[in-house]
């Protein structure tokens, strides 16, 4: 029989009544003969409480123990589900992390999955029991809880979907599936149907938060196909999934932008070899988390070197960069924590010219400055002031035609 | 360095602040150069909350399941407890059941200990950690989390007491100790100093709520020493430990009362072998819980018998009475629902006379009518009215003089 994961979120499991929405999904999938794994994450707002409980009693918990109490939030979930599904007349049996042999790392709060004991899930799911396994938790060789870290339930639920060879992991949530530009921001974005796992990575990574990072690379790295649906609706979502020849025919899936950003320029850095790296290692000490990194010669030994950030990583990367001006030999430093991030994204880059184009002459048009610019192999990304950064995003979209499904939009490219 | 076993039950750690004042006690201990084993119940009401969350989704949980939620509950205090310890500077580590392979068989919501791996605690314990040890659970064979039932934690504290060698169990609650009778109905009650298992035994099976019987078994099989103390006062508790000779100089340790129950008589069964067996067969398989039993011969074919229950039983109790009275032949069936056990208890009755007489003469005095009796090598119980209850329990223990301290009864028996 074929296995699928089906993944819930804390909101979809909220209370009782949620609860039993959907386990009628889980049901339902049995119904049509599915082995059905379920995968999911606390209650509500339960995690936050939690984190609170032990806040109140320590400023700085303790790693290990925060990891021990985190992870009840998400047992209480599947056992609860389980008994929502035995009301309904199915077999269910609920599992922690531990219990399945979920063996990670010991980086407690953002341990990283090392291997998975299916035997265990395979032997119930041959008595065609449905087998229900708390997300976001797994054990280290001694036996420590430990967690995964944000998103960590839609990790499980892809490294299970892999472990156990899962015809699909559904990913239930509370959005019908993955935009071409946010909703919020640009009102006629389309759904998409399809998206690779390298466009939802560029995408997750610049803040189009539905699905983690990590995941979409499990996801990537084992080829599990991804189904990122609405827990309220029937309608179909999202599939993210490695690339297929159709999707190359759209110059650009979708486009994002990034608030909350800031950036550090080094005007006049010593261009000479291992500044860089210097100024790099001295950031990565300060736990600061570069996102783009931007260098132009100046003359034969200048460079100005920038970079972004998140704006809470931004002091810490200013103390960083001040303490090694000695070494570095730089003129001057200049600060701006009032920028955004506004990108496009598309596989279709790789083989159609014209992309830059359209984004600086979209963004020219609407009358919005460019600060700087930075692309990978499937994206371009430029920096504007943050007080433009949704007409921005407004104004790509527009001309990318991203309100249009994607089969529409083929042909206009 | 010797090792001391600490029990906080769930209104010890009901909140932050309650949780720091038990983490101070535990503080204390470990600076008197003890190593502190701790076990901790849920936190108030937390119990009660995740078995509404279950009842609200399924009235009959598989209790597979409903181990495997409520198990999280004292999950959750360990560890928040271990910050609390953490916050005060003492290195503290908390552990599951399962952790410390708790091993149980598999009767869950009411499983029993089998073995405790303590290789895991003492290596902690000698480098100078406070181990922290989640109350009430275990896992069985199959690593399926089970529980202990009611006072699982108390049974839990001394079995770790007894399989680390501990010189104590000192469970902290709600009272500062054990009382000669219960002071909400004789005022003047007194607090014991000492208490033998057995008569413990014998008081907390007769509805005095502090300790609950297994943990005390479990004490008296591995002669474990027990300190019943309160969580807020410094002042010492209850020694529940072996008997010692000064016991058997009092007569009556305590008097207990017993509400809620019921007797079932049948008058007129068939003397015949095997009759008696086949009635409590047939009440055991109904799952009736049979209190005391009395019989007596009326001729040499016919004896009466009856036996007592708590009142919940009593439906069920009658039907499987009922429904074997073809094969009994017993003349008539009477109920009674409106009964009270009032009980004496001391060891020290196995070598002095006079008790009962003392007991149905105070009882007598006060007018109240002796429905039956029954005894034990320790015990004395009278059966009387319900609305005579409380009356029945003061006079008796005015009798026996129970409020006074046990060194002044000595001389006056």
Redesign the interface.
Known sequence: MAIIVQKFGGTSVAD?EK??QAAKRVASAADKSHNVVVVASARGRQTDK?IA??L???????E???D??L??GE??T???F???L??MGYE???F?G??IRMLTDSAHTKARIKSIDSQRIHKHLAQNKIVLIAGFQGIDEN???TTLGRGGSDTTAVALAAALGAVECEIYTDVDGIYTADPRIFKTAAKMELISYDEMLEMASLGAGVMHTRAVEFGKNYDVKIHVRSSMAENKGTIITHEVSQMEGVVVSGATVQKDMAKIGLVGVDNKPGNAARIFANLAAAKVVVNDIMQTEVSAEKANLSFTMGISDLQPAKKAVERIKADIDYDKIFVRDDIAEVSVVGIGMRTHYGVADRMFGALAKARINIDSITTSEIRISCIVDKDQADEALRAVSTAFELDKPAHERIKNT
């Open positions: 009782a609860i039993r939690l409980d032990a109140e009693l320590n400023p700085n918990p303790p290990r123990e925060m021990q109490l992870s009840t047992i209480q599947v056992s609860l389980a008994m929502a035995a009301a269910a049996i609920s922690t531990g219990q036996e420590n809880i």
